[in-house]
């Protein structure tokens, strides 16, 4: 349990990146011979993508097994544009239990100015 702890305040500190983090816990789990849950076995990401007309982009792949502290390390412009969208990410990973299941998008919402699209991958 302790390991991982070091490994969560690493990717809190910057000095590992989401992926590294999840490849570290997941041989940590190997190393004790416990079994990874299925979420984690199927590779699951929550994406989110925002396009805008005017060319802004918002792209966020994040591992299941860390979306919830995933709000910690979206910038701020990209969390006031999930916003404007009416994609309240925070919400979104709060549940995230409920929706790894889900084959549907979570938000897919397209008008003449955006298109916004939150699912499971």
Do not use: C
């Not at 500190?13 to 570290?24: D, R, S, Y």
């Not at 940590?28 to 076995?41: C, H, P, S």
């Amino acid at each position: 349990m302790e390991e991982r702890k070091r490994i969560l305040k690493m990717l809190e500190e910057g000095k590992i990146n989401a992926q590294q983090a999840e490849e570290l816990l997941n041989s940590i789990e190997k190393k004790v011979g416990g079994k990874r849950n299925d979420l984690k076995a199927k590779g699951k990401k929550l994406r989110v993508r925002v396009e805008s007309e005017d060319g802004e982009k918002v792209n966020i792949s994040i591992p299941l097994s860390l979306a919830k502290l995933a709000t910690r390390f979206i910038s701020k412009a990209q969390h006031e544009s999930l916003e404007s969208a009416g994609v309240d990410l925070t919400t979104i990973v709060e549940h995230i239990e409920e929706l790894e299941n889900m084959e549907e998008d979570i938000v897919n919402v397209e008008s003449d100015e955006e298109k916004v699209r939150v699912y499971i991958e």
